[in-house]
Antibody, heavy 123, light 106 residues
Framework: EVLLVESGGGLVQPGGSLRLSCAASGFTFSNFAMTWVRQAPGKGLEWVSAISGSGDSTYYADSVKGRFTISRDNSKYTLYLQMNSLRAEDTAIYYC????????????????WGQGTLVTVSS | EIVLTQSPATLSLSPGERATLSCRASQSVSSYLTWYQQKPGQAPRLLIYDASNRATGIPARFSGSGSGTDFTLTISSLEPEDFAVYYCQQRSNWLTFGGGTKVEMK
């Protein structure tokens, strides 16, 4: 059974940093691209960042480019999102999501999602 | 950036009725259109990929159609568990989501 469990969310002041983790199980992690998608309270979905299965290719939405860094440790079956220079508009539930194809390339749609971790940026 | 516009914003229907949800793209996305369902407090769930392919385990009452700029998600006969928010997403040019359609019980 595929399982994705996010952690690391919490309350942080504007300008602060946070690192999110997504622990994966139930599939060969290194074979699949992974993506972070966020959802502000009561709002729609927004793609944040993605990484190929090998970790060689990374992708960022313009809204987070230069502030967020995605990475993965395939030996630990874990995906990360390092978030720096956080702003109030980064407040959201952050989901990690798995690509459906085991090519390692980013297919840009998602067959499994974690339950999310809430990040609140406020003073 | 490709903008996806979903309509209507809210659809009020009764169980057993047919639901027709629309997603319109600002430019052609070919067939690279995905539909998700999201219930309150839950993560999105994949329903349809590449415009018309049902994901594993999705009931046959869900169907997708369209190509280019106009897409439709149809729920042939609403079950109580289908009342939720539905999002479309394109992957033709980077990745964007529509604003969602809420299907609520009348």
């Amino acid at each position: 059974e595929v399982l994705l469990v996010e952690s690391g969310g919490g309350l942080v002041q504007p300008g602060g940093s946070l690192r999110l983790s997504c622990a994966a199980s139930g599939f060969t992690f290194s074979n699949f691209a992974m993506t972070w998608v966020r959802q502000a309270p009561g709002k729609g979905l927004e793609w944040v960042s993605a990484i190929s299965g090998s970790g060689d290719s990374t992708y960022y939405a313009d809204s987070v480019k230069g502030r967020f860094t995605i990475s993965r440790d395939n030996s630990k079956y874990t995906l990360y999102l390092q978030m720096n220079s956080l702003r109030a508009e980064d407040t959201a539930i952050y989901y990690c999501a798995k690509d459906p194809r085991d090519s390692g390339s980013w297919y840009k749609y998602f067959d499994y999602w974690g339950q999310g971790t809430l990040v609140t940026v406020s003073s | 950036e490709i903008v996806l516009t979903q309509s209507p914003a809210t659809l009020s229907l009764s169980p057993g009725e047919r639901a027709t949800l629309s997603c319109r793209a600002s430019q052609s996305v070919s067939s690279y259109l995905t539909w998700y369902q999201q219930k309150p407090g839950q993560a999105p769930r994949l329903l349809i990929y590449d415009a018309s392919n049902r994901a594993t385990g999705i009931p046959a009452r869900f169907s997708g159609s369209g190509s280019g700029t106009d897409f439709t998600l149809t729920i042939s006969s609403l079950e109580p568990e289908d009342f939720a928010v539905y999002y479309c997403q394109q992957r033709s040019n980077w990745l964007t989501f529509g604003g969602g359609t809420k299907v609520e019980m009348k």
